[in-house]
């Protein structure tokens, strides 16, 4: 058992080598998914201009502020402004505007009356506007200019991810274009001679290739860009035959999976052991063997085991990692919480445990994703699964109401 590494030092090992991939501007409405590389500036100020935040009317606050139910005052209305109108009326003691909100808020206008606080409302017309509840203060119902990001602030840091959000943000900012860390390009390869596709039929000792789609799925989550996806059998040429094609694609990344035990029969192993892979046993389970290292050309190889749910847990524990990693973002590990065991479950000895697992977060607990334990070809429990649960080494046994690391994956 002491010749097991540490999920650490494997993990230390792997990031040590990936470095951030090149960077390129692009339009950021095309941005989505991608990696900021330089920080994102504002262009321009938001909000534009001093705006009105309810539909109402525009006055001066010395004019309504001592307005009530008893003793209304009465505004004269003089102009109407619906949203995007350029007109400025001026604004006289005794006198308003119907505002619409996001409308621009006249310069002699200090304060927003909400049509709420009038005596007619919205159907009080446009000749004079009777307000019966004072505003609390100057200002109130204004959006000012800038009051959210003046011109020059940055709105993201380098190492942010462009979601909705974010694209939303910048374009609001003024900014149309972004410089961002180009997508891992990545192959994915199974290893197997008794795999066949999805829409394959296939003799006795034959199996479907979950393992190909799995992976290119987890890719694409990861904001990275499948150049080639590929299935080998047990030939350790073939092995070396499909590396030259992903190399020939510009893979940065080729992830296979299955062939990297100690079996008679290991493809990976047999085309890259005493070369610059290495082959590992890691202190987890599922996921025990692992292999890694990098081509004479740069491209990084991992090799995952084949069973599915190891292929799942290798991939969350060290090629997620690296994939963001390559894309310099700020954060590359996935979010985790504490939550309570709903059942019992036996955990392997000197090995931490991944566990597909469901969580409840109204109860704030855990369980297995399927009742047949933590074996690691249970791929079925996968699709219920919607988290990992992390139980360390030295546990033999989770209790009901032990506390359980959860890293979240959905």
């Known amino acids: 058992m002491s010749a097991l590494r540490s999920v650490e030092e494997q993990l230390g090992r792997i990031l040590a080598t990936a470095r951030v991939l090149p960077a390129a501007a692009m339009p950021v409405i095309s941005a989505r998914g991608a990696t900021l590389a330089e920080p994102v500036l504002a262009a321009g100020d938001i909000p534009v201009f001093d705006n009105s935040a309810m539909d109402g009317f525009a006055v001066r606050f010395a004019d309504v502020a001592d ?30 505007a119907r505002i619409m909100t996001g409308s621009p808020v006249p310069t002699d206008a200090d304060t927003i009356v909400p049509f709420e606080d009038t005596a007619a409302g919205l159907s009080g017309g446009l000749d004079d506007a009777v307000v019966h509840s004072a505003p609390h203060h100057e200002g109130v119902f204004v959006r000012r200019r800038g009051g959210d990001l003046r011109t020059g602030d940055e709105v993201m840091a380098p190492g942010t991810r462009l979601g909705p959000f974010q694209v939303a943000a910048a374009i609001a900012a003024g900014v149309t274009h972004v410089t961002v860390v180009r997508p891992p390009r990545v192959a994915v390869v199974s290893t197997g001679s008794e795999l066949r596709g999805p829409d394959e039929t296939g003799g006795a000792g034959s199996i479907p290739d979950s393992n190909g789609p799995l992976l290119a ?8 860009e499948v150049v080639l996806a590929a ?17 020939a694609a510009g893979a940065d990344v080729i992830v296979f999976t299955g062939g990297v035990s100690a079996g008679a029969f290991e493809p990976v192993r047999g085309a890259f052991e005493g070369g610059p892979i290495e082959f590992a046993k890691v202190a987890m389970q599922p996921g025990k063997p692992q292999a890694f290292g990098m081509l004479p050309s740069g491209t990084l190889v991992f090799g995952l085991p084949g069973n599915p749910v190891s292929v799942a847990v290798s991939f969350e524990v060290f090629v997620r990692p690296t994939l963001l990693q390559l894309q310099g973002r700020a954060v ?62 030295d546990i033999d046994e989770v209790a009901v109401g032990d506390a359980v690391d959860v890293m979240l994956v959905s």
């Open 231 to 247: 299935r080998v059998g047990d030939d350790p040429g073939e092995v070396l035959r499909v590396t030259r094609d992903a190399e």
């Open 217 to 224: 799925g987890l890719v694409v989550d990861a904001d990275a």
């Open 67 to 96: 307005a009530a139910p008893d003793a209304p005052v009465t505004l004269r209305v003089v102009a109407d402004l619906p949203a995007g109108t350029p007109l400025d009326p001026p604004l006289a003691a005794g006198e308003a």
């Open 332 to 393: 590359i590990t996935r979010p985790t919480m504490t939550l309570a065991a709903a059942v019992s479950w036996r955990t392997p000895p000197g090995r931490r445990q991944y566990l597909p697992a469901i969580v409840d977060l109204d109860a704030g607990t855990v369980r297995p994703a399927t009742a047949g334990g933590s074996g690691s070809h249970l791929a079925g429990g996968l699709a219920r699964a919607q988290a990992f649960a992390i139980v360390p080494a």
